[in-house]
């Protein structure tokens, strides 16, 4: 079965740099989130979308950015990166907003700033 | 506000014996639980919900997990544990009042470590 797609797995930046971070939700899933996860830490939220319009906006800094586009994809941008940026970011997705329907996690993208 | 706790860092386990990992929840209403595996650099994988009914709820790999709602615990359990479900495990909660957002707020984790 598809999966939701994250890409790039890893990702390296510098300092003050940008970076984009791509999500592909399962397809006929209209809903996208956006999780952060720390070293050792849970996955905190950091913004949601459902019919390419934010739904909800977690702890996610003014310094990022995301959208969903018109094929539900999503993509998280990030600017003037920060050594802290430095975690996990998982996209999710799931159906139509459906209150008991879990969450579809992809592989993450692992973000490191030096 | 909700919240989800996990009040064990690690349980440790021998191979063959039950399991249990904790999980306790602070949500107004009646909310919708879930429990959600994650192996090193991977995605969290979907393991198991309770939404409404049979307070047993089964799930995947052999997992089950207890609905107490007096106690307000989800406590996630298994029979028999075997080495390869050594990961760490996230309770989460969606109020059921979130149809227009349906986030889910995790828990700390817990690592699971079954030895042989």
């Known amino acids: 079965a598809a999966g939701v797609i994250q890409s790039p797995r890893h990702l390296i930046k510098e300092k003050r740099e940008t970076a984009t971070l791509k999500c592909y939700p399962i397809p006929r899933h209209d809903t996208v989130y956006w999780y952060q996860q720390g070293p050792g830490q849970d996955p905190q939220f950091l913004i949601s979308f459902y019919e390419k319009m934010q739904s909800d906006k977690g702890s996610i800094p003014d310094r990022f950015s995301a959208q969903q586009f018109s094929d539900y994809h999503s993509e998280l941008n990030m600017s003037s990166l920060e050594l802290g940026d430095s975690a996990l970011y998982f996209c999710a997705s799931s159906p139509q907003r459906r209150d008991n329907s879990p969450l579809h996690f992809g592989n993450g993208t692992r973000l490191t700033v030096t | 506000a909700q919240s989800v706790a996990q009040p064990e860092d690690q349980v440790n386990v021998a191979e063959g014996n039950p399991l249990t990992v904790k999980c306790t929840y602070s949500v107004s209403g009646n909310p919708y639980l879930f429990w959600y595996v994650q192996y090193p650099n991977r995605g969290l994988q979907f393991l198991l919900k309770?939404?409404?009914?049979?307070?047993l709820v089964k799930g995947s790999y052999g997992f089950e997990a207890e609905f107490n709602k007096s106690q307000t615990s989800f406590h996630l359990k298994k029979p028999s544990a075997l080495v390869s479900d050594s990961a760490l495990y996230f309770c989460?909660?969606?109020?059921?009042?979130?149809?227009?957002?349906?986030?889910?707020?995790f828990g700390q984790g817990t690592t699971l470590q079954v030895k042989p």
């Open positions: 309770y939404i409404t009914g049979d307070n």
């Open positions: 989460a909660v969606r109020d059921r009042g979130s149809g227009n957002t349906g986030k889910l707020i």
